[in-house]
């Protein structure tokens, strides 16, 4: 079975510049969910989404937003890119809607923004 | 106070020898716990999860839950070069919460 996908695999944009970052989970995944990962914050969680809804959010200001296909690909969108935003996006699948099954990441997206 | 808190690092050990990891959390509610490994440059993958209290054993690694005490351990017996890495505990609070990490340094 192939592993989750993640494209872009780097990015730069500058500040004041959108980005959409795109994931696709293992097969047969309905749940995706986005963290972001900085040497100084660990891993973040961003939102999780199953069968195309929202099911949980974290303390990430709008400008962060996502979206969910009926085929469980995702994306993410970041707006009005800030400095502070240059880090590793990760999407996770897992079978199961929730944290409590197995996450299964992909390689991540690395975004600098200049 | 942070949900997760595992041991500062860096934890450095010499081949053959025992590495623990440890981690308290703050949600007496939870039922399960993860521990993954990334390595330098590369994405988190699972190498243990245990539910309940007492020991989980798998290989080399040894997973320990005290759910009274809230701590979750993770024992690497004959550390290898290999297993050099952060190692990241989590557990489910709904928002899938990670601790940051101890980076582990197996010397030869």
């Known amino acids: 079975k192939a592993g989750v996908t993640q494209t872009p695999r780097y990015l730069i944009k500058t500040r004041g510049q959108q980005v959409t970052l795109s994931c696709s989970p293992i097969s047969g995944h309905r749940s995706v969910s986005w963290y972001q990962q900085t040497p100084g914050q660990g891993l973040q969680f961003l939102f999780e989404?199953?069968?195309?809804?929202?099911?949980n959010k974290g303390n990430f200001p709008g400008r962060f937003s996502g979206r969910q296909f009926s085929n469980s690909r995702s994306e993410m969108n970041v707006s009005t890119l800030e400095l502070g935003d240059s880090a590793l996006y990760l999407c996770?699948?897992?079978?199961?809607?929730?944290?409590?099954?197995?996450?299964?990441f992909g390689p991540g997206t690395r975004l600098t923004v200049l | 106070q942070k949900e997760v808190e595992q041991n500062s690092g860096p934890l450095s050990v010499p081949e053959g020898a025992i590495a623990s990891l440890n981690c308290t959390y703050s949600d007496r509610g939870s039922q399960s716990f993860f521990w993954y490994r990334q390595y330098s440059g590369k994405s988190p993958e699972l190498i243990m999860s245990?539910?309940?209290?007492g020991d989980k054993e798998d290989g080399r690694f040894t997973a320990q839950l005290n759910k009274a005490s809230q701590y979750v351990s993770l024992l690497i017996r004959d550390s290898q070069p290999s297993d050099s890495a952060t190692y990241l505990c989590?557990?489910?609070?709904?928002?899938?919460?990670f601790g940051d990490g101890t980076t582990l340094t197996v010397k030869p």
């Open positions: 989404y199953f069968s195309e809804t929202q099911r």
């Open positions: 989590a557990y489910p609070t709904g928002k899938s919460t």
């Open positions: 996770a699948s897992s079978l199961l809607a929730g944290d409590t099954d197995t996450q299964y």
């Open positions: 245990i539910y309940s209290n």
